[in-house]
């Protein structure tokens, strides 16, 4: 527990000035975007904030990483769309709380270390990829809808927006080499409002996206059949949300590593993300996951522990209990521009200046990556092919790394020292090595600098001891390591093969 709550750990160093106004930036930002996702979902839009306040609350206490700042995500709404459009919200009330034991359970046995195999180039066109799309949804404010359509400003209120965000752009720039006391983005949206207010500049506010006013979130059971049939229908989608929730959220925690150059717990993180995805389905919201937006706006404020979430999440608490009026007063042209700058920030700049240093293979896997993450908005599938991707071309070049040095002693043995591993990828380059017909009566490979990694290199090692025994020779091998010879062992039922004991060789003895 104390690990949860190291928050009130004295011994750790707290700027809690950095904290609260780091909490109060990230809450402002967080709310416009949270209504954007609920209202285009077709949720009511405080299931919207109700899941900013949920998500950001229990994940800032019991989370794996201080720092983090989980909220309704658009990454985890976009699969609820179709749900939501079918079988309507208490449905998908039920699959956020299925999703959310999904996490769970990952979380408890650990799977969560799997997001260490994700490689850097897929990192690189993930979050490039989102820096486009953060960048890109800020477009939306600039148009106005119409008669049920949707424009581009022109004219005045046009020239107005884009004054106002330049001018949010120019002080989160600027205000930094005056003064680092408080964080910019915060005094950028406190000057644009009251700027606006003041001289009562026509402008769209978060008012014109939704109200935010309403009480505590009300606990609500699901209102579906406890039946089988509902379980088929909710299960893929519930799947299909923690996956990506737990994808989004496990890079963003490995970005926040490499930020902060501390250690988050992957594993610790699952279970939170899963408890407060459970909490919504039951507190009417929409579920959620960690916002790399909002994180980086958390961080680029000076926050690195966890009261800064929990300021940003009872901030938007209290605005939805009391402070309606005034934040729905709030101009978008402010958030706009902040978020302008953390799209900015996102993009991962340095990829540029290393392209002409990084192998082709890994070029084309980043630009794919961030190609899908634009394109398709699916963060999960972006990640999954460009793993996926990286694997086999690593496979690839692993195949073409297995050789043979050959030559015969003076007993008139054959000798193969083999150089490499010995898997799916280089069996076919492994069995080219041998001249079954030209060798002599005895034969022995060394696997001295070489393993057997998989079923398919017994397999070829069972087949190449048949080839010599059907042309009347002996097959020995030499130096397998003991993991190697566990794998044999566990084989030997369906094959045969001669494994020959060294005893100046301490890993092949027994």
């Known amino acids: 527990m104390n690990a949860y709550l190291n928050l009130f750990d004295f011994t750790q160093k707290v700027n809690y000035k950095n904290e609260v106004l780091a909490g109060l930036t990230v809450a402002m930002t967080m709310m416009p975007e949270s209504l954007s996702f609920a209202i285009l979902a077709g949720f009511p839009p405080l299931a919207g904030l109700y899941a900013a306040f949920i998500m950001g609350l229990i994940t800032a206490i019991f989370g794996g990483r201080p720092g983090l700042i989980s909220g309704g995500a658009g990454a985890t ?4 769309i179709a749900l939501m459009k079918a079988s309507g919200i208490e449905y998908v009330f039920a699959a956020v709380a299925l999703a959310g034991v999904i996490q769970i359970l990952v979380g408890i046995f650990k799977f969560g270390k799997f997001i260490r195999l994700v490689p850097q180039p897929v990192m690189y066109g993930f979050v490039n990829g989102l820096a486009v799309i953060i960048f890109t949804a ?22 107005i927006m884009g004054g106002l965000v330049l001018l949010t752009i120019a002080i989160v720039l600027l205000l930094p080499k005056v003064t680092k006391a408080v964080p910019p983005s915060l005094v950028a949206i406190i000057v644009v409002f009251l700027l606006v207010m003041g001289f009562n500049i026509d402008t769209k506010t978060v008012k014109d996206i939704a109200s935010v006013s309403g009480g505590f979130p009300p606990f609500h059971v699901p209102m579906v059949p406890f039946t089988l049939e509902t379980l088929q229908i909710i299960f893929p989608y519930a799947l299909i949300m923690a996956a990506v929730g737990l994808t989004e959220g496990l890079l963003t925690l490995n970005l926040v590593d490499e930020i902060t150059r501390t250690k988050g717990n992957s594993n610790r993180e699952c279970v939170a993300q899963g408890a407060a995805n459970i909490a919504n389905g039951f507190l009417s919201g929409m579920g959620g996951c960690p916002m790399i ?21 009872l901030t938007i608490l209290v605005i939805i209990l009391f402070g309606a009026p005034i934040i729905e007063r709030v101009p978008m042209a402010a958030l706009t521009g902040v978020m302008i700058m953390v799209a900015i920030g996102t ?6 200046r290393i392209i002409n240093k990084m192998p082709k293979q890994d070029i084309f896997v980043g630009i794919l990556v961030a190609a899908i993450t634009i394109w398709l908005h699916n963060l999960a599938l972006a990640v999954l092919i460009g793993v996926i991707i990286s694997a086999l071309v690593f496979a690839w070049e692993s195949a073409k790394r297995i050789r043979a040095k050959k030559y015969t002693d003076e007993q008139g043995i054959r000798h193969y020292e083999i150089y490499g591993p010995l898997f799916f990828g280089s069996v076919a380059a492994f069995n ?5 017909d030209g060798d002599p009566e005895e034969v022995i490979v060394d696997f001295r600098e070489s393993r057997v990694a998989d079923m398919s290199g017994i397999e070829a090692l069972s087949r190449l ?3 010599y025994a059907n042309a009347g020779k002996k097959l020995h091998l030499r130096h397998l390591s003991q993991d190697c010879r566990a794998l044999l062992k566990n084989a030997e039922s369906v094959i045969e093969v001669n494994i020959m004991e060294d005893p100046l060789y301490k890993v092949a003895i027994e």
């Not at 800020?138 to 020239?159: C, H, I, R, Y």
């Open 465 to 467: 001891t048949e080839r």
């Open 293 to 313: 937006a909002q994180t980086l706006v958390n961080l680029s404020a000076g926050a690195r522990a966890r009261l800064s979430g929990i300021i940003a999440s």
């Open 347 to 352: 993009f991962e700049w340095a990829s540029f």
């Open 432 to 436: 080219e090595k041998f001249d079954v």
């Open 77 to 80: 709404v976009v699969v609820l």
């Open 138 to 159: 800020q477009l939306e404010q600039f148009k106005t809808v119409v008669d049920g359509k949707a424009n581009w400003l022109s004219g005045t209120p046009l020239m």
